[in-house]
């Protein structure tokens, strides 16, 4: 059974693309804010795939509107050459799915909105926003790569827990393979990510998290011992 779309952007390539696609059903396309918010709660989509610069409403302002629909809110993916992190972290608190930095390819989005479609259990959405959460509050911005690997890297190890024991032969060769990259790059986005937060100075949120002073500001975690931390935390809220 196909898929209800409803692309809320310009791309011809992605419009195309899922028109073209005997999975996807769209719905409609519509760069018109007000027209988005009163075609989606009309066709109830699936899955929204939208710019945040819309005419006459933008991005954020077309999902507060479309949640009347609440349990049929549709799942959220915002595509923008926006990278600023306010628009990042607004729009994973809001809800969304995904923020994705444009330029996407269509194949790359239609593997993200499956990745989300069949994360459909509450249990699941659930520990994605706990992780997004920990992730904005110790200063990991959204729009990086580094911030994908290590959200992915953190629901692996709690799925399963001994994969931080392999994390060179293991984790690292799953998380690139899902992003179509090298175990290397993974790693040093990872990496990049842990340097970002420790530059912006939040350990002191970390701390307040676990209850601990684990680290100070000389005492940079490695890949694996973050991802464990945050993992064990997400297991024992379970």
Known sequence: MSKKIYIADNDEKIIEHFKASDKFEVVGTSIDGEEVVNEVIKTKPDVLVM?????????????????????????????????????????????????????VSAETLEKRINEILSATTTENRQLDEKISNIFISIGIPAHI??????????????????????ITKKLYPTIAERFETSSSKVERGMRHAIEVAWNRGKIENINNIFGLKIYNRNEKPTNGELIALIADKMLMDC
Do not use: C, W
């Not at 479309?66 to 972290?89: A, D, Q, R, Y």
């Not at 790569?145 to 392999?166: C, D, H, N, T, W």
């Open 145 to 166: 790569k580094g911030y994908q690997f290590l959200r992915e890297a953190v629901k692996l190890a709690v799925e399963e827990p001994e994969i931080i024991s392999s």
């Open 51 to 103: 710019e945040v610069m819309l005419s006459k409403l933008d991005g954020f302002a077309v999902y507060e509107k479309i949640k009347v629909l609440k349990e049929e809110t549709p799942k959220v993916i915002f595509i923008s050459s926006l990278s600023h992190s306010g628009f990042v972290n607004k729009a994973l608190q809001m809800g969304a799915s995904y923020f994705m930095i444009k330029p």
